[in-house]
């Protein structure tokens, strides 16, 4: 009955909720879908830098682009926030710091992002604020978009240069909702498909603008900012 009565210490559950890479706790917790280990995301992707194998058991996750065998955990970071006390609002306001140190200065050439349910607007919005929850409390992240000429697809003529080329929108919006926006800016037809591209890699749909900026511009561009993306038409290989 004594055993039973016995009250569990967050230390108890250590080997559980720390990464195995940083040894701190899990930020982010992101399981590798070919071994089901879990890692803080930014420690597995600074891994995958390098080495395309598992660091804690050394299979080999994926042959050119383990990034792509990386699933987010949202149960588990929910279950960690609730064991460590104070763990959650830590790590907001690092990630809201660390946004506020690399924002840009304002030129009047960029354009708010702001739509209730994924950070951009309506196509036809007038500018005018509402009363909605645009994202505002998100950490937020200037980018330019370009478009890609030259690349030989048909129906390239309909994908052209935006009005306002910088925009500033939360930084958890994702590719996909990047297509959407420029479908709707370029009025093109709801069956067009783009590629959207950071250093010549195409991103894929649920990539965040976080998620690229720390794993493809940062790392790989000149970091020089705001973070250019560049669209054009989609490319079929088959």
């Given at each position: 009955m004594?055993?039973?009565?016995?009250?569990?210490?967050?230390r108890?559950?250590n080997?559980?909720?720390?990464?195995?890479?940083?040894?701190?706790?899990?930020?982010?917790?992101?399981?590798?879908t070919?071994?089901?280990?879990t890692f803080?995301?930014?420690?597995?992707v600074?891994?995958?830098?390098?080495s395309n194998d598992c660091?804690?058991?050394?299979i080999?996750v994926?042959?050119?682009?383990?990034?792509?065998?990386?699933?987010?955990?949202?149960?588990?970071?929910e279950?960690?926030f609730?064991?460590?006390?104070g763990?959650?609002?830590?790590?907001?306001?690092?990630e809201?710091?660390?946004?506020?140190?690399?924002?840009p200065?304002?030129?009047g050439?960029?354009e708010?992002?702001?739509?209730?349910r994924?950070?951009?607007?309506d196509a036809g919005?007038?500018g005018?604020?509402?009363d909605?929850?645009?994202?505002?409390?998100?950490p937020?992240?200037a980018?330019c978009?370009d478009?890609?000429?030259?690349?030989?697809?048909?129906?390239?003529?309909?994908?052209?240069?935006l009005?306002?080329?910088?925009?500033?929108?939360?930084?958890r919006?994702t590719?996909?909702?990047?297509?959407?926006?420029?479908?709707?800016k370029l009025k093109?037809?709801?069956s067009?498909?783009l590629?959207v591209?950071?250093?010549?890699?195409?991103?894929?749909r649920?990539?965040?603008?976080?998620?690229?900026?720390?794993?493809?511009?940062?790392l790989?561009?000149d970091?020089?900012?705001?973070?250019?993306?560049e669209y054009?038409?989609?490319i079929?290989?088959?």
């Open positions: 004594a055993a039973a009565g016995r009250k569990h210490l967050v108890d559950f080997h559980f909720i720390t990464c195995y890479l940083c040894r701190g706790y899990l930020i982010k917790p992101t399981t590798v070919e071994c089901l280990h803080c995301k930014s420690c597995i600074q891994h995958f830098e390098e660091p804690k058991c050394g080999q994926h042959e050119t682009n383990p990034l792509e065998m990386l699933r987010l955990d949202n149960t588990l970071e279950i960690i609730k064991l460590v006390p763990l959650r609002e830590k790590e907001e306001q690092q809201i710091d660390f946004w506020k140190r690399n924002q200065k304002e030129n050439q960029t708010n992002l702001r739509c209730p994924f950070g951009l607007p919005a007038d005018a604020d509402g909605d929850d645009y994202h505002r409390s998100d937020q992240i980018i978009l478009c890609l000429r030259n690349t030989g697809q048909s129906g390239e003529s309909s994908v052209t240069d009005m306002k080329r910088f925009i500033r929108c939360s930084s919006v590719v996909g909702t990047i297509k959407k926006f420029l479908s709707l093109l037809p709801s067009y498909e590629d591209l950071c250093n010549g890699e195409i991103m894929g649920d990539h965040t603008l976080e998620f690229i900026y720390m794993t493809r511009w940062r790989h561009g970091n020089t900012y705001p973070m250019v993306l054009r038409p989609r079929d290989f088959g």
